[in-house]
């Protein structure tokens, strides 16, 4: 079956420290890949995606890299805020063939606290 | 516009009672979504509707678990016989289309349930 597996947490940085969030993925079909945060108090939002290999989402400076070769698709920010604290969630769905249609739903990985310090 | 809204917010209940939970999602979505965030679980995919018709129910965890949408808008989620294990944040989230190659989805803030 379709699966994420995140790196464990919490993770805690202090302000303008780079930010690394692993995320390996195994799927059945053709995966587009997400990020999605959740920041205190509110709802799931959608922080970046990639729908085929070596896409790069970017948002928020915030970016990661759909690498095919070795499931991956690792959360990057070069100089976190303490507004950046919040979980992360990586997150899949799969279409049935390349150029086909998603089933719609998403299967997450089981989140990253991230913390960051003044 | 507004985002996807569910009521009630929190859901204190006894092991034993029916809960329905419900979710408004974004005006002129036909897509909707369920899942469970549970700290056990982590983020569970419970149930879809494309309109009023449900393709993939394969989350729903047993036959206590039922949804439905009607005038393809609301959603009701609900739970017969509620059992412990069911305490989690129920979460919504609507979207444009359904059959899309990428469909962005919407999530609502959630009804945390709590079965005593």
């Known amino acids: 079956g379709d699966s994420v597996t995140q790196m464990e947490g919490p993770v805690t940085l202090s302000e303008e420290a780079f930010l690394t969030i692993n995320c390996t993925y195994t799927a059945t079909g053709y995966p587009s890949l997400f990020w999605y945060v959740q920041y205190p108090g509110e709802g799931l939002q959608l922080l970046l995606k990639?729908?085929?290999?070596?896409d790069k989402g970017s948002n928020k400076g915030f970016e990661a890299t759909y690498r095919k070769e070795t499931t991956s698709f690792h959360l990057e920010k070069g100089s976190v805020q303490v507004s950046d604290s919040a979980v992360y969630f990586c997150a899949l769905s799969v279409r049935s063939n390349a150029g086909g249609t998603s089933y719609g739903k998403l299967t997450f990985g089981q989140g990253t606290i991230l913390t960051v310090h003044p | 516009g507004a985002g996807v809204s569910q009521s009630p917010s929190n859901k204190v209940t006894e092991k034993g009672k029916d809960v329905e939970l419900r979710c408004d999602p974004i005006s002129g979505h036909t897509a909707l979504y369920w899942y469970r965030q549970s700290l056990g679980q982590g983020l569970e995919f419970l149930i879809y509707?494309?309109?009023?018709?449900?393709?993939?129910k394969s989350g729903l965890p047993s036959d206590r678990f039922s949804a439905e949408r009607t005038g393809g808008s609301v959603s009701t989620l609900t739970i017969q016989r509620t059992q412990q294990e069911d305490s989690a944040v129920y979460l919504c989230a609507s979207s444009l289309v359904w059959r899309s190659s990428y469909n962005e989805q919407f999530f609502g803030p959630g009804t945390r349930l709590t079965v005593l």
């Open positions: 509707f494309q309109g009023n018709s449900a393709p993939d």
């Open positions: 990639a729908t085929k290999a070596d």
